[in-house]
């Protein structure tokens, strides 16, 4: 009997080291006793037990193209008898190539139960891990967040990436009873070692409850279905989870109540449109004396209808006296949802291309032509509507004081809103596009389109050419952020 003992948990490398080696030497599965470092701990070795077998000619042998992913996704299944599973497989492709095509083979049906498991678990991860915001005791400019996340399986090692392309210009840790991943802005760096929940909350919770209670609808309850989606044993560690039982307790008296609200009265939110409507526009009192200031004010701004629908301002970020301003049309969705700009699908659009072109975004400051989401609301979905020109002038006020304070040398106007809001309604984006405009004492202004143009082109070589333009665009700004090297950058 051969005793394998493997350090890694979920390390894919480690296992097909000792795979190779085995095969090599012809050794069947059932002489092989697979274990990890954690499993084998005080349990010595017994004394007919070999380790790994001497490998003296190279080892020849192939194995078909899809057994490679199937077998990254098993090596992290938390059933300790994946390593030896994995072996009979690999053992059996030897002779019979086409052995993964049969379905009904109980060695291939086991394996592909096991990758949809750990498949489910990964996408569980992305969909459930919750940040929460933590003190910056580094002295860094990053903001820092902590989440706290069970899985089943050993993913972290695969779903940090995810994270790490997603969630970029933070720094984050998370952790696991199965392993911890942490991103500082410039390396990922995993661990197997179990960690322990240190309970952080922070606003963020009391934020997702609401987002939670807005798109609840009693009306659609299907408990079964909800519970698919969002199984309870994630529950503890959702700060909205606690709000589930209750809803579905109370579910089918507010229908009833919601039933004969609305044969009598208008939406609220009709009410408070109306009121938005009739209520005159009140500059906050005071000039504010700080970006800081302008922030704040911002976020009691009632200025315009739109906030009565908005879950909140989404003010600019980033240094305040960054030499690049970048400006969008308006929040997106998940903006609306996290209170910062531009890290929703767009967001992600502008970064990639951002990062290709070597502009860097955590030197910039990015913000909105229109501070608050417009949207309409198609059943559950918040469909994004273009902010017309009476809300665009209403916000050009907080513009303004962000451009007064920050005195960027380059304001980005990404697509038609962003330009007119920076040009008070002169000049088309067609004729500009690409150009940089020197605006005298407010500095220079360079036109492209929005990043979310690109994802609604649907012809992918037009896409792709568009892309390519959007890119050539950014490296202006790339080029002129360059060029300003020296000038200290100020934290928000
Ligand atoms: N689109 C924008 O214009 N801004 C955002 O912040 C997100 C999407």
């Known amino acids: 009997?051969?005793?394998?003992?493997?350090?890694?948990?979920?390390?894919?490398?480690?296992?097909?080291?000792?795979?190779?080696?085995?095969?090599?030497?012809?050794?069947?599965?059932?002489?092989?006793?697979?274990?990890?470092?954690?499993?084998?701990?005080?349990?010595?070795?017994?004394?007919?037990?070999?380790?790994l077998p001497t490998c003296t000619s190279s080892p020849s042998f192939t194995v078909p193209k899809a057994f490679l992913p199937l077998a990254e996704a098993v090596i992290c299944h938390s059933d300790p008898a994946r390593f030896a599973r994995l072996y009979r497989l690999l053992y059996r492709l030897q002779e019979e190539r086409s052995l993964l095509a049969v379905r009904a083979d109980k060695d291939v049906a086991e394996l592909h139960d096991m990758v949809k498991s750990v498949r489910r678990d990964d996408h569980k991860m992305t969909a459930f891990v919750r940040f929460k915001e933590i003190p910056n005791d580094t002295g860094g400019s990053r903001r820092r967040f902590f989440a706290w996340?069970?899985?089943?399986?050993?993913?972290?090692?695969?779903?940090?990436?995810?994270?790490?392309?997603?969630?970029?210009?933070?720094?984050?840790?998370?952790?696991?009873?199965?392993?911890?991943?942490?991103?500082?802005?410039?390396?990922?760096?995993?661990?197997?070692?179990?960690?322990?929940?240190?309970?952080?909350?922070?606003?963020?919770?009391?934020?997702?409850?609401?987002?939670?209670?807005?798109?609840?609808?009693?009306?659609?309850?299907?408990?079964?279905?909800?519970?698919?989606?969002?199984?309870?044993?994630?529950?503890?560690?959702?700060?909205e989870a606690e709000l589930i039982p209750e809803m579905i307790a109370s579910a089918e008296a507010d229908v009833i109540a919601m039933a004969e609200r609305a044969a009598r009265e208008a939406p609220l939110f009709h009410t408070r449109l109306k009121s938005a409507a009739e209520t005159p526009i009140v500059a906050p009192s005071g000039e504010p004396a700080s970006l800081a200031e302008v922030r704040e004010q911002a976020m009691h701004c009632t200025r315009c209808p739109l906030h009565c629908k908005a879950t909140q301002t989404v003010f600019g970020e980033g240094p305040s006296n960054a030499d690049i301003m970048i400006v969008g049309e308006q929040p997106g969705d998940q903006e609306d949802l996290a209170g910062r700009p531009f890290v929703g699908p767009a967001g992600k659009v502008f970064d990639q291309a951002a990062e290709y072109v070597g502009l860097d975004r955590t030197r910039t400051y990015v913000t909105n032509a229109v501070k608050h989401f417009k949207y309409e609301l198609r059943g559950k979905r918040r469909i994004h509507q273009k902010p017309n020109l009476g809300e665009v002038q209403h916000c050009r006020w907080w513009l303004k004081l962000e451009m007064n304070f920050v005195k960027p040398k380059l304001a980005v106007a990404m697509g038609a809103t962003a330009l007119s809001a920076l040009m008070d309604n002169r000049g088309k984006l067609s004729d500009l596009r690409g150009r940089m405009l020197d605006m005298g004492s407010t500095g220079a202004i360079l036109v492209t389109v929005h990043p979310s143009y690109l994802l609604r082109i649907p012809d992918r070589v037009k896409q792709q050419e568009e892309m390519e333009r959007f890119r050539e665009d950014l490296a202006q700004a790339a080029l002129f952020q360059r060029q300003q090297v020296g000038s200290p950058v100020a934290s928000e």
Not at 33 to 39: E, F, S, V
Not at 223 to 229: A, C, G, I, L, S
């Open 1 to 51: 009997m051969h005793r394998i003992v493997l350090e890694g948990r979920g390390n894919f490398a480690e296992w097909r080291d000792a795979a190779r080696s085995l095969l090599a030497a012809g050794v069947a599965p059932e002489n092989v006793d697979w274990r990890t470092r954690m499993d084998a701990a005080g349990d010595l070795f017994r004394q007919q037990d070999e380790g």
């Open 149 to 239: 996340f069970e899985p089943d399986h050993y993913i972290v090692s695969r779903v940090a990436p995810f994270f790490q392309r997603r969630f970029t210009d933070m720094d984050w840790v998370i952790a696991t009873p199965k392993g911890t991943a942490a991103w500082n802005g410039e390396v990922l760096e995993v661990s197997t070692a179990p960690a322990e929940n240190p309970h952080h909350t922070d606003q963020a919770d009391a934020l997702w409850r609401t987002y939670f209670r807005n798109i609840f609808n009693p009306a659609r309850l299907k408990v079964k279905m909800m519970q698919t989606e969002m199984p309870k044993k994630y529950w503890k560690n959702l700060p």
